[in-house]
């Protein structure tokens, strides 16, 4: 019974190779949002969607962005990643703003 | 700016001693707090909030405007507790509803 999937729970890419991580729902919430999580640090905010409107964090670096094919599915795509990406990603969704649902997260390694 | 701080990264009680994880936050309005577990291998989820004044899986928290303090208590520690406790502030809608995390405090319950 799973809520939210990120797909694949393990990502390695190469310096500079564009990649893009998945993140799906099974809750028809209609918020999703994307967070940062490097070693040791808390959950940051990349950005999230509410229905199809997109809310980028201001400090959010122009390497990341996002799509929102449908209520279901939403993709982290990182352009030129570098090492300093390298993180655990995290899917999160809600109803509008009330409890947020996050997934298993997909830990990126880059070399 | 809203800020969330636990100032411990790691907390270690003996089975049956109390906990107290600390979170401190700054903000100037009224704010909504949260605290969130995850548990070795499992997704982040919630524990508790403030406006609920719930006790789940004998833990409480109570906000302190004074202090600007949201302390997760419980009286009697079990070793299923041991997890990462992170704190969390909700910020007003004027900046997206976002969630501001704390940096976690590592809870280790020795037998």
């Known amino acids: 019974d799973a809520m939210v999937i990120q797909n694949p729970r393990y990502q390695v890419t190469q310096f500079g190779k564009p990649v893009t991580l998945s993140c799906s729902q099974t809750?028809?919430?209609?918020?999703m949002y994307w967070y940062q999580q490097k070693s040791s640090q808390a959950p940051k905010l990349l950005f999230h969607?509410?229905?199809?409107?997109?809310?980028n964090e201001a400090d959010t670096p122009d390497n990341f962005q996002s799509r929102r094919p449908n209520t279901s599915f939403c993709f982290l795509d990182i352009r030129s990643p570098g090492l300093g990406d390298a993180a655990m990603y995290l899917c999160?969704?809600?109803?509008?703003?009330?409890?947020?649902?996050f997934g298993p997260g997909t830990r990126l390694t880059v070399l | 700016a809203q800020r969330v701080t636990q100032p411990e990264k790691l907390l270690s009680v003996f089975k049956g001693a109390p906990v107290e994880l600390k979170c401190n936050y700054s903000?100037?309005?009224?704010?909504?707090l949260f605290w969130y577990v995850q548990y070795s291998r499992q997704r982040l989820q919630l524990l508790l909030r403030?406006?609920s004044r719930e006790s789940i899986k004998g833990f409480t928290a109570d906000l302190n405007k004074g202090e600007t303090s949201f302390h997760l208590k419980k009286p009697f520690a079990q070793e299923e507790d041991s997890a990462m406790y992170y704190c969390?502030?909700?910020?007003?809608?004027?900046?997206?509803?976002?969630?501001?995390f704390g940096a976690g405090t590592i809870l280790r319950v020795k037998s």
């Open positions: 809750l028809n919430h209609n918020v």
């Open positions: 969607y509410y229905d199809k409107d997109f809310n």
């Open positions: 903000y100037s309005g009224s704010p909504e």
């Open positions: 403030h406006i």
């Open positions: 999160a969704t809600s109803r509008d703003w009330a409890e947020q649902f």
């Open positions: 969390a502030l909700r910020a007003p809608r004027e900046y997206g509803n976002k969630l501001v």
